[in-house]
């Protein structure tokens, strides 16, 4: 942040932007320059880790007491999972865009279905619906509860 002085020709930038002056004077936390990945098991530099995972391993003043003190699950970038793009259709086994999923499939991904494959079950439960008039016993179609027992 800066802004511009009286006359307007000079910049007056804050001291705790420029790295000198008292902010952050007495700050005690310690500063981390590696961190471990959980899956890895290897230390690795900052750069290897995104900002979340390196805010979630370092020090909070604001947390709650004890939060702290606990181990944290840190994984770096590339062990931390990535977005799914794909999915692969429960029925013609192709993988295919999430487009072409609906969105109830997605979420359960393991058991999905394409939506050429839903449009195919949907016609095919369809012509299934008829009512089967045809069965064997057609003695009485009224018959009751009573008169079977």
Wanted: with cysteine.
């Amino acid at each position: 942040m800066s802004r511009q002085g009286p006359a307007g020709k000079f910049r007056v930038t804050p001291a705790y932007q420029e790295g000198y002056g008292a902010y952050m004077a007495n700050d005690q936390t310690p500063t981390v320059k590696k961190l471990r990945c959980v899956f890895c098991n290897e230390e690795k530099q900052l750069d290897a880790f995104s900002k979340t995972q390196i805010a979630k391993a370092t020090y909070n003043p604001y947390a709650p007491p004890g939060w702290n003190k606990k181990p944290k699950n840190i994984t770096c970038k590339k062990c931390t999972a990535k977005q799914i793009n794909s999915l692969q259709c429960m029925t013609c086994t192709e993988t295919k865009p999430l487009e072409q999923f609906a969105k109830n499939q997605r979420r359960h991904s393991e058991k999905a279905r394409c939506l050429k494959c839903m449009k195919k079950r949907e016609e095919e439960d369809m012509n299934d619906s008829d009512p089967d008039y045809s069965s064997d016993d057609d003695d009485d179609p009224y018959e009751t509860w009573d008169d079977i027992m």
